[in-house]
T-cell receptor, first 115, second 113 residues
Framework: NAGVTQTPKFRILKIGQSMTLQCTQD?????MYWYRQDPGMGLKLIYY???????DKGEVPNGYNVSRSTTEDFPLRLELAAPSQTSVYFC??????????????FGPGTRLTVT | GNSVTQMEGPVTLSEEAFLTINCTYT??????LFWYVQYPGEGLQLLLK?????DKGSNKGFEATYRKETTSFHLEKGSVQVSDSAVYFC????????????FGKGTRLHILP
């Protein structure tokens, strides 16, 4: 199994540009998540999904959109990039709800710079 | 609301030293508790977990005990190696269905040979 894969690894955007960060998992997990990691700030949840066709906002959703048309894929869309979105983005998945102690599996991350 | 507080880094130790990274939490009921590790240039991966009070999670020589009375989940290792250099995150998942996992800010660990 490849686990959770993310593309691209690195990207530089100009202010106002848009892009989609791709995330795919091959573990047949129902739950998927997008986080951003800012230096010294830990991880903040952007959006999550509990299954195909179902998405919901996390702690910091402004400026982002997601969709979940299949179990495997969970792309994150930035419509109008801003310098405040410079960060490292991680996609993760889990078999079931985290309240049951299920672990999250993380992708390798996408380092995004907006200038 | 739920929260996690972990000791700030960086923490620098010599090889074979004893390691403790403190983590305390605030939550109602009995959350699940996790330690994740992030090696340079990689995503996070689960190191260990505990889902009920007095449980001890362990992996790769690391241990942490779920202490309800002190609301703590401190990470310990008896003898660290250079390869343990990484960032360590304490995390909590609340009991309610709508609760999301909350991560601490991370503690960077440097082990000197």
């Amino acid at each position: 199994n490849a686990g959770v894969t993310q593309t691209p690894k690195f990207r530089i955007l100009k202010i106002g540009q848009s892009m989609t960060l791709q995330c795919t998992q091959d573990m047949n997990h129902n739950y998927m998540y997008w986080y951003r990691q800012d230096p010294g700030m830990g991880l903040k949840l952007i959006y999550y999904s509990v299954g195909a066709g179902i998405t919901d906002k996390g702690e910091v959703p402004n400026g982002y959109n997601v969709s979940r048309s299949t179990t495997e894929d969970f792309p994150l869309r930035l419509e109008l990039a801003a310098p405040s979105q410079t960060s490292v983005y991680f996609c993760a998945s889990s078999y079931s709800e985290l309240q049951g102690g299920y672990e999250q599996y993380f992708g390798p991350g996408t380092r995004l710079t907006v200038t | 609301g739920n929260s996690v507080t972990q000791m700030e880094g960086p923490v620098t130790l010599s090889e074979e030293a004893f390691l403790t990274i403190n983590c305390t939490y605030t939550a109602t009921g009995y959350p699940s508790l996790f330690w994740y590790v992030q090696y340079p240039g990689e995503g996070l991966q689960l190191l260990l977990k505990a889902t009920k009070a007095d449980d001890k999670g362990s992996n790769k020589g690391f241990e942490a005990t779920y202490r309800k009375e002190t609301t703590s989940f401190h990470l310990e290792k008896g003898s660290v190696q250079v390869s343990d250099s990484a960032v360590y995150f304490c995390a909590l998942s609340g009991m309610n269905r709508d609760d999301k996992i909350i991560f601490g800010k991370g503690t960077r660990l440097h082990i000197l040979p």
